[in-house]
């Protein structure tokens, strides 16, 4: 009896070594285990971007910040009445007075602008800086109340104020001053009203009510400030002229508006942009805040043209496909060429596949991205294809493998090149590769081998 116990023993341990349901279950758990390691390598590749945002941060907080132009705005206020009553019977009342502010906007304003870029550094990681010199020129017509049915007895000329919006007040290099009419102004920090700007610099002007409606004023003055990643302006005139030029090559317009002429080479870039006051959705003059200013921002990034930390984290979205496609590889090997593939080497493999990911990160932080990709996929697929070959015995196995290896690697690389179509090449590729193992596995009898491996 104890003969037959241990032949049933020993015919269920030899049906568990060589069950080929068995071992692809064993693969299965296997690719779901290297899921964490996986799940690891994407962590540190998002821990490694929020580090090189701290240092852009961190830098741009002591350059200068990414800078919003908003300007000009010519300010009038005057004092307006509301009645109180004092009795339940409306026939008491008292006026409360208060002091509102109208705001003008101007007829034509052209802002002239050139960004000099430079990149800084913290640590490892780059940071892109600027000095941009702007002059703003044009005009704005005598303030006009007759709309508001307002008493000109109630209009306080004398406070009257121009304003300009700098989203950074930190990074101005120079004092400023508005040529008015001929006259000159300086501007101090703060504006007093934050109904159209919440953060700039103001100057009092002196306008003479006695002046027709049809008076026009023209200004103009120069700005000199610091700023990082990107530059921004908001159309205030009833016709804004933006032109601005710069020495970096890699520019990124957005907002609301895109430049009307851009121009982009070796030297740098020029753009330019021609706004109406018919494309923004409030009016050339209004009391009190009036919606819709940001939203009609517009401007350039000045962008890095390989972020190696996305490349990355595209390639390890892949992880899995790689780890389940080189067992199936050895899994086949181990099937038709009856080789014996212990589960611990099938971990080794995987592991290796994972490492590929961190040499990857660490390797980008240093060299440009297509040298670090190399480097780490000829690394790891030398040390698969060694290993592999201890494993099957043959060269020729061997050298299929590194092979496969190699055009793996390769697709993906070529993936990561190609953004906007990249699901449609990865989809493909997908497809062609299930096609190929359909193809190789077709004439064979997988009950004939559970059977003969249940012998």
Known sequence: MNDNKLSFFEKANNWIRQSVTIRLMTMGILILLLLIPVSMVEDLIREREYRQEEAIREVSSKWGEKQTITGMVLTVPYK?????????????????????????????LNIDGEISPEIRYRGIYEVIVYNSKVR????????????????????IWDDAYLSLGLSDLRSIQENISVEWNNKQYFFNPGVESSDVIQTGISTRLSLNHTDSLGA???????????????????????????????????????????????EINADGFTANWEVLHLNRSYPQSFRGSVEGIEES????????????????????????????????????VQILNEVRIHPIQYIIVGLA?????????????????????????????????LYAKSIFKSSMLTGVMCLILSILYLFIFSILQMEDYALLMGSVGLFILLAIVMYLSRKIDWYAIKTKGGE
């Open 80 to 108: 307006s009445y509301e009645k109180v009553f004092e009795t339940e019977s409306n026939e008491k009342y008292k006026l409360i007075e208060s002091v509102k502010f109208a705001h003008f906007l101007p007829e034509l």
């Open 136 to 155: 703003l020129t044009g005009n704005f017509l005598m303030p006009n109340f007759d709309e508001w049915k307002i008493a000109k007895e109630n209009i």
């Open 216 to 262: 026009n004023f023209i200004f103009s003055l120069n700005l000199n400030f610091n700023g990082s990643s990107g530059l921004s302006f908001i159309p205030l005139g009833k016709v804004s002229k933006v032109n601005i030029k710069s020495k970096w090559q890699n520019p990124s317009f957005d907002g609301a508006f895109l430049p009307d002429n851009r």
């Open 297 to 332: 921002s517009f401007g350039v990034n000045l962008i890095v043209p390989v972020d190696e930390y996305q490349k990355s984290m595209r390639s390890a979205k892949y992880a899995v496909m790689f780890i389940a496609l080189t067992f199936l590889i050895f899994f086949f």
């Open 353 to 385: 596949l994972c490492v590929f990911y961190t040499l990857l990160i660490a390797l980008s932080e240093h060299i440009a991205f297509n040298y670090s990709y190399l480097i780490a996929s000829v690394s790891i697929i030398a040390l698969i294809t």
